[in-house]
């Protein structure tokens, strides 16, 4: 019989040949013979991580650190089975406990970043980096973490040089050429990014990851069919459904019909299930006749603020919002589609954008606005919206300070309409009161359900707008819609242009670098002096 040292040398052999489930029961042999050794405990911590169970290796590590609470190597694996256990703040705890008992080591630092980087902290994240890469200037993981902290940051330029770093370490690297390939992305290198995930799917062809991120760099370019080809990948990638779900439930997902063609939704029962956010399901509805011209009929699953607008436009479509009528019946249908699959149906190139308006309000709803407003101060009636986004949709790069609008707020002969949504009260006479403008706001209560927005934009002339869902609501009106995009747009916006696939009445106004709204703002005021017919600077 094996001597117990014999045996845990053994069980580390295994281990560096693969063979973690052999490594693991010698291991637990040899803890029979010597239950109290931490060196064990710690091994079979870290087997059990190997083994995908890190609720076993958080106990084995519990049972190790209650020997000796002072290896450092037992809290990092300790920190590694928290993190993978999503709990982020007792991960960055125990490495913490690592590096009060060695400041040097680099894994601790790297891994660190990496739990940080799950508790949206990006510049801890990029410090903690840091120190890893100073510890070891060739440490793969370290560059990662770094260069998606970066990303988090917006600082495209420095995370596209992590990651190349990360490349040049490991050029066979799926990952890194996946993040490679958002980088260029995010940095307007479409076709390289396109490339580095070409190469990142060869490498792993099953990455679904890279697929949907080469999906978002395919559609801003326009490359619609590859681009929606790729969007169907979507269903696979967590930080997608844990973000951007919305209705599709789990039992929903589960139902989603996959590998269609727009020809097997002939004579079919449709249910459509909304995705993404309220703009992204705005912007979906405009395939709605598409599919109503060949559906036996179709149920749409949307949400409660849209089903008045959409009710009245599309007639032949039921709406539901299922946290208001309970469970669907699935047996009532025979397929079950997810929004933004339509665009793979319907829309695989430029000629199958009608552009032209598909929504309306009910006319009382109209006319109803219309009272409110009552008779027009100003020559030229202009809605407002200058703030978009969430902190994980770079609402910072797509929102300016309504202050900001300076330019166009001077300009006479127009009466302005807040639009934002959410309280804007206190911004909007702020800069009344500086500008001795006119912008009129109204209860953010009033304006939340799409059909009375929808009925108070009919009645603007045209309507000034960041990178945000009134864009979507303007364009699908036909309301004119002048749109500050951001230097890195959402795909939605594509790439480079004055115009927008979906909707013929947006024109875009694109930033000339990351940050710079003042070239943008003085267009956007120029296209107004000339709807007014004189210029912006006279």
């Given at each position: 019989m094996p001597q117990a040292d014999d045996q845990f040398a053994q069980a580390l052999s295994?281990?560096?040949?693969?063979?973690?489930?052999?490594?693991?029961?010698?291991?637990?042999?040899?803890?029979?013979?010597?239950?109290?050794?931490?060196?064990?405990?710690?091994?079979?911590?870290?087997?059990?991580?190997?083994?995908?169970?890190?609720?076993?290796?958080?106990?084995?590590?519990?049972?190790?650190?209650?020997?000796?609470?002072?290896?450092?190597?037992?809290?990092?694996?300790?920190?590694?089975?928290?993190?993978?256990?999503?709990?982020?703040?007792?991960?960055?705890?125990?490495?913490?406990?690592?590096?009060?008992?060695?400041?040097?080591?680099?894994?601790?630092?790297?891994?660190?970043?990496?739990?940080?980087?799950?508790?949206?902290?990006?510049?801890?994240?990029?410090?903690?980096?840091?120190?890893?890469?100073?510890?070891?200037?060739?440490?793969?993981?370290?560059?990662?973490?770094?260069?998606?902290?970066?990303?988090?940051?917006?600082?495209?330029?420095?995370?596209?040089?992590?990651?190349?770093?990360?490349?040049?370490?490991?050029?066979?690297?799926?990952?890194?050429?996946?993040?490679?390939?958002?980088?260029?992305?995010?940095?307007?290198?479409?076709?390289?990014?396109?490339?580095?995930?070409?190469?990142?799917?060869?490498?792993?062809?099953?990455?679904?990851?890279?697929?949907?991120?080469?999906?978002?760099?395919?559609?801003?370019?326009?490359?619609?069919?590859?681009?929606?080809?790729?969007?169907?990948?979507?269903?696979?990638?967590?930080?997608?459904?844990?973000?951007s779900a919305g209705f599709v439930t789990p039992a929903l997902r589960a139902r989603l019909s996959a590998d269609i063609t727009a020809g097997a939704m002939a004579g079919a029962r449709v249910l459509l299930v909304s995705e993404q956010g309220v703009g992204d399901q705005v912007m979906f509805s405009s395939i709605l006749p598409d599919l109503i011209a060949q559906a036996g009929a179709v149920t749409c699953i949307c949400d409660r603020r849209l089903i008045g607008l959409m009710a009245n436009s599309f007639p032949a479509v039921t709406f539901r919002d299922i946290r208001d009528t309970g469970p669907v019946d699935l047996d009532a249908f025979d397929r079950v589609i997810a929004m933004g699959s339509l665009g793979h149906l319907y829309r695989n190139r430029l000629g199958d954008f009608p552009g032209t308006p598909y929504v309306r309000p009910r006319e009382a709803v109209v006319e109803g606005w219309a009272r409110r407003l009552g008779p027009r101060s100003g020559a030229l009636r202009v809605g407002l919206s200058w703030r978009g986004g969430t902190r994980t949709t770079r609402m910072d790069q797509r929102s300016l300070p309504l202050a900001a609008l300076a330019p166009l707020l001077g300009l006479p002969d127009c009466e302005f309409v807040s639009l934002q949504y959410g309280d804007a009260q206190a911004e909007v006479a702020a800069a009344n009161a500086q500008l001795n403008s006119n912008i009129r706001i109204f209860p953010a209560d009033e304006i939340d359900d799409f059909e009375d927005l929808a009925g108070l934009v009919l009645n603007l002339d045209v309507v000034v707008s960041v990178q945000t869902t009134i864009v979507h609501l303007a364009g699908a009106l036909g309301t004119e819609c002048l749109t500050l995009v951001p230097h890195r747009p959402e795909w939605r916006y594509t790439a480079e242009g004055s115009t927008m696939p979906w909707y013929g009445s947006v024109r875009l106004f694109r930033q000339p670098r990351p940050g710079s709204w003042d070239p943008v703002i003085g267009q956007v005021a120029e296209a107004l002096s000339h709807r007014l017919g004189r210029s912006a600077w006279s």
């Open positions: 295994l281990a560096r040949n693969g063979r973690f489930a052999d490594a693991l029961a010698m291991l637990e042999r040899h803890l029979t013979r010597r239950p109290g050794e931490r060196r064990a405990l710690t091994a079979r911590a870290n087997l059990h991580m190997e083994l995908g169970d890190p609720t076993a290796a958080l106990a084995s590590c519990e049972q190790a650190l209650a020997l000796d609470p002072t290896d450092p190597a037992t809290w990092v694996t300790r920190g590694n089975a928290e993190h993978r256990l999503a709990r982020h703040e007792p991960a960055v705890a125990s490495y913490d406990h690592a590096l009060a008992l060695d400041p040097g080591l680099a894994i601790a630092h790297a891994n660190r970043a990496r739990a940080l980087i799950d508790l949206d902290r990006p510049e801890a994240a990029l410090a903690s980096a840091d120190a890893a890469l100073a510890l070891r200037a060739d440490y793969f993981n370290a560059w990662m973490h770094r260069g998606v902290g970066l990303l988090a940051l917006g600082r495209y330029d420095e995370a596209l040089a992590s990651f190349q770093s990360c490349v040049r370490l490991q050029p066979n690297s799926h990952e890194a050429l996946d993040n490679l390939g958002v980088a260029l992305t995010a940095v307007g290198r479409h076709a390289e990014a396109i490339a580095a995930l070409d190469l990142s799917i060869q490498r792993e062809p099953a990455r679904s990851v890279a697929r949907y991120h080469r999906a978002h760099a395919r559609l801003l370019v326009r490359d619609f069919a590859g681009g929606w080809r790729d969007h169907e990948a979507r269903w696979d990638v967590a930080a997608f459904v844990d973000r």
